[in-house]
């Protein structure tokens, strides 16, 4: 497999760069794995934020809304009951609650795979000489991107996520930069373009081409 690539001041290479098909070349007959592997990994970082309090969490008087008898009224001992307004909640979150999930290595390596396949057979993937940034100035950047028509959500693929390439990139609100030892499902479905530098590809290829 070929796809188009670029120097690294963004002019279109006269020669191609060649994608391994064990790695971009997989055919999807089944989207269950990714889906997996999607939620798995928005599982994983979601905060735990949610926090209800049970009717002894309350703060406030504990005591009697109203004496036990002589008013015509049902009893009740606390406003705090759950089926009073301001009152305690039944079953809500507790702050504890463990929402991550699991999924093997193999699975994980496989669900990349088949993301950057689909990418790829879609044409979505560039692949570059290398990401220059000298200075860390955003300029530059977002003219490089333009010049190669980088469209949409852009995933770039570095072979070193350095200080300078976070300048570069952290104010440009439509790409996100990772590592090639971390790309990952998510991110790659997530994107319209992807941009992988030559440097990037390798380790991609190698670290995900042992596995079918």
């Known amino acids: 497999m070929a796809t188009a690539t670029y120097t690294k001041t963004g002019i279109k290479a006269t020669t191609a760069a060649k994608l391994d098909a064990n790695v971009f070349g997989l055919e999807v007959t089944s989207h269950e794995l990714l889906k997996q592997a999607y939620v798995t990994y928005m599982a994983n970082g979601r905060e735990n934020l949610a926090k209800t309090k049970k009717r002894g969490e309350v703060n406030g008087s504990t005591i009697k809304p109203w004496k036990q008898k002589g008013t015509g009224r049902a009893r009740f001992g ?16 507790s702050g504890n609650e463990n929402y991550s999930k699991a999924l093997n290595t193999k699975a994980k390596r496989l669900a990349v795979k088949q993301a950057l396949s689909m ?40 072979s070193v996520k350095d200080n300078l390439v976070e300048r570069a990139t952290n104010n440009l609100q439509k790409v996100k930069v990772v590592s090639a030892d971390y790309v990952n499902t998510y991110d790659v479905m997530n994107a319209d373009t992807v941009i992988i530098s030559q440097k990037s590809l390798n380790a991609l290829t190698e670290r995900l081409g042992g596995d079918k």
């Open 78 to 93: 606390s406003k705090y009951n759950p089926i009073w307004r301001g009152g305690g909640v039944v079953f809500g979150p």
């Open 119 to 158: 990418t790829a057979s879609e044409g979505r993937i560039k692949v570059i000489e290398t990401f220059v940034c000298p200075d860390g100035k955003v300029a530059p950047a977002a003219a490089f991107l333009a010049k190669i028509e980088a469209t949409g959500n852009i995933l770039l693929v570095v």
